[in-house]
């Protein structure tokens, strides 16, 4: 009976289930129960096209059909036409789910497995590839898996887009007080909002990072990782610790790693609630069981990292991105992407837009694609207004800079920063004095403390921005908060306070008549 | 029925030798009884080694450690720029005049507390709403009122 079984994809994402996904598959599989077919429910990662979230996909013989999004209403009459069998009719069929125009355009390196597989099932992850970088790895040493990284032109998808291999090399170079002990750390405390590309390796294809991860430790000569993780991901946090276990079980993971005699633990670390903890000296703090207080570079965690040894700290999708590289080697890597950016980057289309989710292409697509073609314009239907790519800490953007193209140098040159790749779209309601107010009143409650400018800063520039939304000495006000601005950026020991003033002096600049009108409360204001 | 201290007590003793002990501590309690009782302080101070005042730094640092009792149900709602171009400003105030509170504030029947949260990773689905460990997107005002009454007709199935 089994055999002859139809097969329904469920996503157990985040976003799936807030749309739903959970209940959806209860009821699916009660009303199959009830018509006597016989299908198998498997709990797959999504395929990030999230505004047809929940996505649900039957098995055929010519691939996968995607329905969505699917509610529980529609239940019953997908049953009644036939959806187990891809009728396409449906108005909720998409067709082939890898024919849908946003899916087939992009260049699937690190999301090559998402949503196709099982997120915690090893088999699904070795039938596509899994463990092929890792196990060519342990023939290798550290030092030639270090050429590799360093080949492929990886740079740091956290945000500062620093080369993965040189960071390698230094730690493989960098000698340990503590007998021979170094560290692999995760860094996936990933607060940026507008981001869910570490949230979506983690949850569809946690085997990846894993893998990732012991590579890094092969390459490096360090026997212990951690991921630290941010506690606002609780379904991230379930679906690593299976995957850890079955990796274990496995032996991909622990004492002698496929009989190499190779050795490599990791552990998943919560944080709690601190957006500095994304700061990777803060977060080595924080894992050290300390206040999450950021440290002054150098020494570079490289060299003096956890608990005081040398440390590889990385982004979910700089780790994320090694088992290609090793597999397929660094130069197929590095013929993705443009200049001196190289490779793939998952964009995330988020807020206002219509078709919102992960895009991950090459470097060099324009931000007017990605907004248009991809994204459809704004959910709200009205005219889109303002952008904010990589997260808080960078600039919004007007229009006129759409056609820039999504590449660290291209993005730097207008005065913007590609960040973690996230892309928060805004429509005309938007009061940009509102949104530059709230950067600082971020920065007043994420900041660490340590800098005063960035801890004081922030809360004159909440009251400085107030003043001019309350048309108090204006001018004289406006040339208060740049001068603020500027010592915020220059006096602050890291990016908190150091680019809180982006996002504050991009709306100033851009959008300046949001700063000579009294605030108007129906924009949702004070 | 073993006591408040007897749970911490044995969560202490369970990750005391970890390496960077203290989150895992705190987590472990405040799973364990929704909140880190003052008294725990001492007891986690002994265990590691450390100053009282360096507990209480870490647990003031960090903005989910509380330590007073949460209401039945937390429910978190997100304030960052995906959910504010979606709504989450009017959501917030909604939650806040509907529930009788203010963030980190618990309603009358100790049936919810109110907290805010920066970012639950669902920015393509915003405004997003975290409410235990589950997370829900697209919130409306009238979406966010529904949420609240099953939680509140689910407390008094409980009771």
Known sequence: MTALSTKVYIPRDTTALAMGADRLAAEIAAEAAKRGEAIEIIRNGSRGMFWLEPLIEVETANGRIAYGPVETQDIDNLFEQSFLTGETSHPLCQGLTEEIPYFKRQQRLTFARAGITDPVSLQDYQAHDGFKGLLKALSLSGQTIVDEVKASGLRGRGGAAFPTGIKWQTVLDASPTDGDQKYIVCNADEGDSGTFADRMVMEADPFMLIEGMTIAGLAVGADQGYIYLRSEYPVAHQILNEAIAKAEAAGFLGEDIQGSGKTFHLEVRLG???????????????????????????????????????????????????PYILAEGG????????????????????????????????????????????????????????????GPLCAYMPESQWDTPMDY?????????????????????????????????????????????????????????????????????????????ETMIDGSLCAMGGMTPFPVQSAVKHFPEDFNQPAISSKGGA | ???????????????????????????????????????????????????????????????????????????????????????????EAHAKSSLGVDYHGTTVDRSVTLEEVYC?????????VRVNDEIVGRVTTEKFDQLIDELRSQKLEVL
């Open chain 1, 272 to 322: 709690a609630k601190a957006y500095i903890c994304g700061e990777e000296t803060s977060l080595l703090e924080s894992l050290e069981g300390k206040r999450g207080m950021v440290r002054a570079k150098p020494p570079l965690p490289a060299i003096v990292g956890l608990f005081g040894q040398p440390t590889i700290v990385n982004n979910v999708l700089s780790l994320a991105a090694i």
């Open chain 1, 331 to 390: 130069q197929a890597y590095a013929d993705y992407g443009m200049g001196r950016s190289l490779g793939t980057l998952p964009f995330q289309l988020a807020g206002n837009i219509k078709r919102g989710g992960l895009i991950e292409m090459a470097f060099g697509v324009t931000l007017r694609e990605l907004l248009e073609d991809f994204g459809g314009g704004t959910f709200s239907g009205r005219p889109m207004r303002a952008v904010q790519v990589g």
């Open chain 1, 409 to 485: 140098e291209s993005f730097q040159a207008v005065g913007a920063g590609l960040g973690h790749g996230g892309i928060v779209v805004f429509d005309d309601t938007v009061d940009m004095a509102e949104q530059a107010r709230f950067s600082m009143e971020f920065c007043v409650a994420e900041s660490c403390g340590k800098c005063t400018p960035c801890r004081i800063g922030s809360t004159r520039g909440v009251e400085v921005i107030d003043r001019i939304r309350n048309d108090e000495n204006r001018a004289a006000n406006m040339e208060l908060l740049e001068d603020l601005c």
């Open chain 2, 1 to 91: 029925m073993t006591t408040q201290l007897e749970q911490v007590t044995e969560v202490i003793t369970r990750l005391q030798n970890k390496p960077g002990a203290l989150l895992p501590i705190l987590h472990g309690i405040q799973d364990k009884l929704g909140y880190i009782p003052t008294d725990s302080v001492a007891l986690i101070a002994a265990a590691l080694n450390q100053s009282r005042a360096d507990i209480h730094g870490v647990i003031s640092f960090y903005h989910q450690f509380r330590t007073t009792p949460p209401g039945k149900h937390t429910v978190e709602v997100c304030r960052a720029e995906a959910c504010q171009s979606m709504g989450a400003r009017q959501l």
């Open chain 2, 120 to 128: 639950l990773g669902n920015c393509a689905c915003a405004p997003s």
